[in-house]
């Protein structure tokens, strides 16, 4: 019975969203005001439902319904209860259903913060997120509906969930995820409410810019969260592999990368606004086309579980009326964009469009290089498969512009550098040579070796990082003595700091771990030792480790340094009962600031011994660091005191207007 | 020119040159990357209709089923070799030195990366196998319609 409660406030969330998409918009045209106000009512109680729907499945899991389906399939009696509600989202229509109420959380959040806005504005933003909302539950009900029954025949027991997803970073790297993907609609309803009103206007990117932000944010920890979780339960020691669902998350995210940068020029400059119109619809056209690339079942990975056709061609369908549609909407109203603003070459704009131009062909690499297999394959051309390399090397040289415009481009003013640009480009040659000496001295101290590429990596990091002292240092000094002056910057100036600080991090991390890290398969018995990158590695012994739906073995090693003892790792190789097949590998990390030490434990060999893979990665934690630096300054900006500051003042003369 | 237009012409200039330069660095990157799929049967006979064969030293991409029965291991250090099928009787010998994947099994589908050492022995840095036992890459599955996919045994082995 309760089941079928979840799957009933669906069908009436998918109804309310009909009326959300059509009431509204229609109020908005003939300005009839009861109509324009059901908007946020509607929005309200389409998220309660969705939250009821979710809830009514996660109950399922809990108390392990496995008349439902979906519950059998993706649960077990002996799974512990986190990995339980996790297991919600574990499979593909739970994962939909996620993304659903991750669209409904974003409309009500957008009908409750948004004060400010007019509210003939929000009723079409709200309009354009129903309409949204339409295509994804009704292909939830349609094609996977996950309160099916299994009704007369329930089985026993569960097919237990993915082992490879019993993990603490997969309980948060989905709904991450889809906050950030989903995200990017509200600045797609925006891009195309105001597209729809005709009205584009700075006001328009000021109601964007916090939206994006926060997306941006989401789509940011997901994806280093993602990356992170690879690297400790592959086992493959690795953090990026280039694979096709990878890819399908980082084209929106150079996509919204982009677009946070345009939306702050639309904001303060009035510029390049259609070209911010067209970045919003493209940042989530491609969450839609991540989502269709991942769900759909064409790709092979981890994350591909759907092969059903119907459920292919239902998104395909529903990616081509949204892309389709809004780019329509755009050409025919897209002309009557109109931005003003002049600025010379040499001003901050031209380096903010040269950061678009970069980002966007970036992203149209990775888009190259994710689709070219597909169509290749479906033009009866054989199939063919595009290596790694292929990804590092191109990114290798456009990072090379991007990160040097990048240091540049906070120096510079908007709209025109004063004439004499003689001390500035003194300044830039300081930090130059300040940086290639600091990127020749790191890897001249931890490792034995200098490479020109790991080096050309830290040039660029350090370049950033240097610039972007020497930016804070100049704002703060302005007027101020720098103690005073730097407590006075605004904290949306703290988040570009931080946002260009991330991806320096990051840049460090990648260098020394691309060129840097050490990799062995060895042949061990209990009792050998090996050394490795200084370290001397002693397999002690191999004995038993069992949990409560699993059993296994760990490898005890001792490490020691310099002939001091340094820590004892501890691998294992663990097989799920429901899902012998699957042995899974738990990799030991111990992890360091300058280096990660990893191994991981193989198969058992003839003779006793045993297979065991040993990595020495040096910064790889730089990775995600960086990542996690960029996205609290991603926070710091929506925090940012101008967007409260101006919600309340805009909120104000409304209430004014209206008395 | 006025200064407007000279501004404009050059920013054209310049994203025209970066877009070219772009090009030009994709294709090439994309003409040493590409690596071709084969089945056992398409590497011994060649592929398409003029049987195009590999030669020794290219790299490539080849998806087939374990042979049982044919995977043989040095007792030294980690090397193993393998010979890989499918329905029309191609067979492939694999050479591999490292940790073969957590799902590698006899009779279990399989897709490597590797170089063509001899007509037809590949020497693979890579083996893929990510997949749970009722999983088959699609490459696979297409290349091998007809035969049946034999689930692994679950012995001691796995312990």
Known sequence: MIPEIGHFSLIVATALSFLLAIYPLIGAKINHPGMINSAKPLAIMQFLLMSLSFAVLAYAFATDDFSVGYVATNSNSLLPIQYKISAVWGGHEGSLLLWSLTLAIWTAAVAVFSQGIPKVALARVLSVMGMIAIGFNLFILLTSNPFDRTLPYLPLDGNDLNPLLQDIGLIFHPPMLYMGYVGFSVAFAFAIAALMAGRLDSAWARWSRPWTLIAWVFLTSGIALGSWWAYYELGWGGWWFWDPVENSSFMPWLAGTALIHSLAVSEKRGVFKSWTVLLSISAFSLSLLGTFLVRSGVLVSVHAFASDPARGLFILAFLIAVVGGSLLLYAVKGSEIKSRGKYSLFSRETFLLMNNVLLIAALLVVLIGTLLPLVHKELGMGSISIGVPFFNNIFFYMIIPLAIALGVAPLLRWKKQEADLRPLFKQLAVCAVASIVLAVALPAIFADKIKIVAVVGFALAFWVIITSSLEVYIRATHRHSFVSGVTKLGRSHWAMVLGHVGLAMMLIGISATQNYKIEKDLRMLPGDEVVFADYLFEFERIGEANGSNYEGYKAVFNISKDGKFETVMKAEKRSYFAQRSMPMTEAAIDWGVTRDLYIALGEQLADDSWAIRIYYEPFIRFIWWGGLVMSIGGLLAVSDRRYRFVNKRVAKAQSLGQE | ?159
């Open chain 2, 1 to 159: 020119m006025n200064p407007r237009r000279k501004k404009r012409l050059s920013i054209a200039l310049v994203i025209i040159i970066g877009l070219g330069t772009m090009t030009g660095l994709v294709l090439y990157a994309l003409k040493q990357n590409i690596d071709l799929f084969y089945t056992p049967s398409q590497l011994v006979e060649g592929l398409g209709e003029d049987k195009v064969k590999p030669e020794i030293g290219q790299r490539l991409r080849i998806g087939g089923l374990v042979m049982p029965g044919t995977v043989t291991r040095n007792m030294e250090d980690l090397k193993v070799s393998f010979v890989l099928s499918d329905d029309n009787g191609g067979l492939v010998t694999l050479e591999y030195e490292g940790i073969l994947p957590d799902l590698f099994r006899e009779g279990q589908g399989i897709v490597a990366q590797g170089v063509l050492k001899s007509a037809n022995v590949i020497s693979a840095s890579e083996v893929l196998a990510k997949h749970d036992e009722e999983y088959m890459p699609p490459e696979v599955a297409e290349a091998i319609k007809g035969i049946k996919h034999m689930k692994p045994e679950y012995g001691n082995e796995t312990k």
